[in-house]
């Protein structure tokens, strides 16, 4: 079946320190890839998505790029902001009916 | 972009009673939701798919008579916890699939905050 591994957290950061946050994953066929974030106390919002290969999703300043030849879809800020502390998830949707396949998500704290 | 709405946000009720839940898609039309639960700390741990106009497809291990979903319309899925106890106290999220156009996404309700005393 589908599988998501990430990185495992917490990740903790300076403000203005480079972030990557890596995810890959197993699939059959050809996935759309999607990087969630999770503020405490709320629901998933859809960050960026890549729904091909070499297709770079982006949002917010955050990058990821669909790496196919080795299944990954690692995120990137350039500079993070403490704003951006949150959970981060890296998921999948497979051919199964839509079914999303989450990665364990990675704690993001960013301290000024 | 998409927006999904939930209600209510939290709950609280006692051992024993039936609690509501309801996911709407606000701006488009989703024949397909899924309910999710999510324990401290965790990753999302999906329960259920919910269909328009049919039944709902449970997971492994998900108690169908316990955690009755209805979808009665594009844009309206429920989640009735029965008989709720004090282990089902949980954070419950619903999606929406959006299949329109060349893409396939879910986008997310703010989550409902279950606690069973």
């Known amino acids: 079946g589908n599988s998501v591994t990430q990185m495992e957290g917490p990740v903790t950061l300076s403000e203005e320190a480079f972030l990557t946050i890596n995810c890959t994953y197993t699939a059959t066929g050809y996935p759309s890839l999607f990087w969630y974030v999770q503020y405490p106390g709320e629901g998933l919002q859809l960050l960026l998505k890549?729904?091909?290969?070499?297709d770079k999703g982006s949002n917010k300043g955050f990058e990821a790029t669909y790496r196919k030849e080795t299944t990954s879809f690692h995120l990137e800020k350039g500079s993070v902001q403490v704003s951006d502390s949150a959970v981060y998830f890296c998921a999948l949707i497979g051919t199964n009916a839509g079914k999303s396949t989450f990665g364990d998500g990675t704690t993001l704290t960013v301290k000024p | 972009g998409a927006v999904v709405s939930q209600h209510p946000s939290w709950v609280i009720c006692k051992s024993g009673t039936s609690v509501k839940i309801e996911c709407r898609s606000l701006d488009f039309q989703a024949t397909t939701m899924f309910w999710y639960r999510q324990f401290p700390k965790q990753s999302l741990m999906l329960m259920a798919t919910?269909?328009?106009?049919?039944?709902?497809?449970?997971e492994q291990g998900v108690e169908k008579d316990k955690f009755l979903i209805n979808h009665a319309s594009l844009t309206l899925s429920t989640l009735t916890v029965t008989s709720a106890h004090p282990e089902d106290s949980s954070f419950y999220i619903c999606?929406?699939?959006?299949?329109?156009?060349?893409?396939?996404?879910?986008?997310f309700g703010p989550g409902t905050r279950l606690t069973v005393l």
């Open positions: 890549a729904t091909k290969a070499d």
């Open positions: 999606s929406a699939r959006d299949a329109s156009g060349d893409t396939d996404t879910q986008y």
């Open positions: 919910s269909n328009e106009g049919s039944k709902a497809t449970y």
